[in-house]
């Protein structure tokens, strides 16, 4: 047998009082982790990246999106149901975590290009579940989503329309989901401490 390899140690700081979601994402973008995956010049371009650059919309989406019977403020009811449906499939637990309302509140102040964008990315999915399938994403089963999951995961390597659709949904659901509370405390926040850097996602079946 071979010599166990030394596990990873996180560092670790005293949390001050209050820390937000804000600090969290800021985190996130600086160590490009949780699976963000994508290059320091085009992750620097993300939408998600603009919107730390205001604590008052991130604490105001956070806010919105915590609402019991959530209304999307920007999302139709269908792309709303495709986003909460691909977050989940992507990283498990979004849907708790909220995910889709959050990102659904961050679009509604964002730009007329990262809106489009992202309707287009969404709009990419159910037209692949369409081309594969015959029917929207939502109306797919899990095998058929993760048909579809592996295609787009393919694309993203091969740089198309589809995995470019992928990479930016995957980013805006990463940062959304690992700077929420469940997230946090996936990777290991007790409250009490958090990252002062962040490791490389590795949630099952997440991030395909």
């Known amino acids: 047998m071979g010599t166990p390899e030394t596990p990873h140690t ?8 209050g820390v937000g979601r804000r600090a969290v994402l800021q985190a996130l ?3 490009v982790g949780a699976g963000l995956a ?3 010049s085009a992750e620097a371009q ?6 730390l650059e ?3 919309v991130i604490d105001q989406a956070q806010a919105g999106a915590a609402a019991a019977d959530y209304e999307a403020v920007f999302l139709d009811h269908h792309q709303l149901q495709t986003l909460t449906s691909l977050a989940e499939r992507i990283v498990p637990g979004s849907t708790a975590a909220k995910v889709a309302p959050f990102i659904d509140q961050l679009l509604a102040v964002d730009s007329p290009t990262s809106q489009r964008d ?3 990315a969404l709009g990419a999915f159910d037209m692949a579940a369409a081309r594969r399938h015959s029917k929207p994403w939502v109306s797919l089963s899990e095998t058929e989503q993760d048909a579809v999951l592996q295609e787009a995961s393919a694309a993203a390597a091969a740089k198309s329309a589809l995995g ?7 980013t805006w659901i990463a940062g959304a989901y690992y700077s929420s509370e469940p997230g946090m405390r996936e990777l290991g926040w007790t409250g009490g401490v958090f990252f002062t850097e962040l490791p490389g996602c590795t949630h099952p079946g997440g991030h395909a």
């Open 10 to 17: 996180i560092p670790l700081t005293p949390a001050p009082d």
């Open 29 to 31: 973008v600086a160590s």
């Open 38 to 40: 994508l290059p320091a």
């Open 46 to 51: 993300h939408p998600m990246v603009h919107h």
């Open 54 to 56: 205001s604590a008052a």
């Open 118 to 120: 992202f309707t287009g």
């Open 164 to 170: 470019g659709a992928f990479q930016n949904l995957k």
